[in-house]
């Protein structure tokens, strides 16, 4: 596997962390591609243990706690700059930790990436949150040019 591929896909999730980590809601979403699938699924805990892991999460078009598209992430990004978005004031403090980043498919056309995530979320003096789970994310090999939140481009390789 190419190392210099790993490491800039590493910095990638990183940057998107510390993004949402500070608040920089409008810089995470230049990040996005205009055909981002943003889903997670609801998981299942059937009493019989499944060989495959992945038949314990809905399948599209099932239950899930999340489904969007660039359209809808932007206008649940533009609701939190509002000053009418309660649930976010005071405005949560969030950690997201990022780990076991595993390029999975690099076959020229697509990449597919898993990694593991954990997310602190404290708001107020009593509400605290954890979120732990498997991430997974395919980008197109042909997409090799993302935004820095500076505004310039860094051409990547080929993810």
């Known amino acids: 596997m ?4 790993r490491h800039r896909i590493e910095d990638f999730f990183y940057l998107e962390a510390e993004l949402l980590d500070e608040r920089k809601l409008r810089e995470w979403l230049d990040l996005l591609t205009s055909d981002v699938r943003y889903w997670m699924p609801i998981r299942h805990n059937p009493l019989d243990r499944p060989e495959n892991l992945l038949d314990e999460l809905a399948k599209p078009g099932e239950g899930f706690y999340f ?5 809808s992430l932007r206008i649940r990004v533009e609701r939190v700059y509002a000053k009418n978005a309660w649930a976010e004031m ?10 076991n980043i595993r390029i999975k498919k690099d076959d020229g056309r697509e990449i ?22 498997t991430s997974k994310t395919c980008s197109a090999a042909s997409a090799n040019v993302f935004k ?8 990547i390789k080929p993810f």
Not at 67 to 71: F, G
Not at 112 to 123: A, C, D, I, K, P
């Open 2 to 5: 190419d190392s210099e591929l």
């Open 67 to 71: 489904d969007d598209n660039l359209e």
């Open 90 to 99: 005071p405005p949560s403090r969030t950690r997201h930790l990022i780990s």
């Open 112 to 133: 597919e990436v898993h990694s593991n995530f954990l997310v602190y979320r404290t708001r107020m003096e009593a509400d605290q949150d954890i979120f732990v789970g």
């Open 148 to 155: 820095s939140p500076n505004g310039r481009s860094s051409s």
